[in-house]
Nanobody
Framework: QVQLVESGGGLVQPGGSLRLSCAASGSIYRVNVMGWYRQAPGKERELVATKTTGGRTNYADSVKDRFTISRDNVKNTVYLQMNSLRPEDTAVYYC????????????????WGQGTQVTVSS
């Protein structure tokens, strides 16, 4: 069992900033990847940013110069600093973690948070 608890969403004006946080807990042997995805109404879910334990990052082209993903590997927590926000960034943001469970050390599984709403509007 793995729980991903997200926080930091809310309403912000265009050009503003938000910082999302997500902490993973449970019987985790190792967290290999943590990241963020988002889904706007009527659109498919898309990758925002991911980061491996070793520090490798992956960003969507639309956010690469504006968002920064970071991780605290000791706390199993991932952050997303979002700057220069635009109305098109409005979506539900979902935390994702690819983990190795303590009970199944030879398998890797992905888990999802409940989502946090980010609304960019004046």
């Amino acid at each position: 069992q793995v729980q991903l608890v997200e926080s930091g969403g809310g309403l912000v004006q265009p050009g503003g900033s938000l910082r999302l946080s997500c902490a993973a807990s449970g019987s985790i042997y190792r967290v290999n990847v943590m990241g963020w995805y988002r889904q706007a109404p009527g659109k498919e879910r898309e990758l925002v940013a991911t980061k491996t334990t070793g520090g490798r990052t992956n960003y969507a082209d639309s956010v690469k110069d504006r968002f920064t993903i970071s991780r605290d590997n000791v706390k199993n927590t991932v952050y997303l600093q979002m700057n220069s926000l635009r109305p098109e960034d409005t979506a539900v943001y979902y935390c994702n973690a690819v983990v190795v469970l303590a009970a199944y050390p030879h398998y890797e599984r992905a888990f999802w948070g409940q989502g946090t709403q980010v609304t960019v509007s004046s």
